[in-house]
């Protein structure tokens, strides 16, 4: 069993609109934009960062915005909920807020014993709000939202899976343990995580695979402290017979790919350099950073690109 995973390390989706989208997490949700980038291997489309102050692994949700494109159909094979986790107390707060806002989807339940508040992203992105005590991480403040309201990071990632056996075996080998599980769902944890430390399996045998589309998650990130860690993932991986990509340099992080056998694409990306490798901590995400692979596209993008208004 490995433990070199520390939790997760973002969550990156597909949408539609990106000035709905920065409007969105930027502005209802509160979080910070942090980068704001294009696609690496699409540079015509946006890679939009939001999370906490300077992008803390396990609080960042990151989208390819692609204007024209169709919404995703939900199915298995997917991440199906993402969670971010809210102090104790919070959901009050955030389901006025959120409903007040016009945001789809607000349905309240628990599970596990914690409160949640689930809501649709602007393409019907499932997300939840669970209240965390105890979460010490430290919210974006100046977000618009109060620092006992405001989002801390990921909670959990809920996998919509045929059958969550596979699946489970490599999330222990990767580290995690069984904590609990009910209602055709288990619940896996790390011990000693970054916060983002929960993952969800939850089996529907009858549901047919998902079409992916905007508001689908496209790949879910797990967290590694540095290159070295995430060479030894690798080995791991590659070692039990999953096909791993060669380590990508995504400017901001190291990242490493392979698919699981549920269906949901996994990457293993380094918590370094982080985000203020090319940005002061003051302005992050403000300015167009592009790769130096894509440096030469800088006006053409500039010009192609949809301004974000915030
Ligand atoms: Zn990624």
Redesign the pocket.
Known sequence: MLDQIKGL??V?SLASDPTVNNAFFTKTLGLRRVKKTVNFDAPDVYHLYYGDTVGTPGSVM?YFPFPQMAAGRPGTGEVGTTVFAVPEGALGYWKERLSGLNVDGLAEDEAFGERRLHFAGPDGDGFALVEAPGDTRKAWSDGGVGDDEAIRGFHSASFRLRDDGATAELLKFMGYTEVDRGDGVVRLALENGNGADVIDLETMPNISHAGQGAGSV??I?FAVENREKQLEVRKALADTGYQVTPVID?DY?W?I?FRSPGGVLF?V?TNEPGFDRDEDTAHLGEALKLPVQHAHLREALEDHLQPLTA
């Open positions: 390390h973002h990156t990151t496209h790949h990130a995504r992080f990242a790919y990457e990306a």
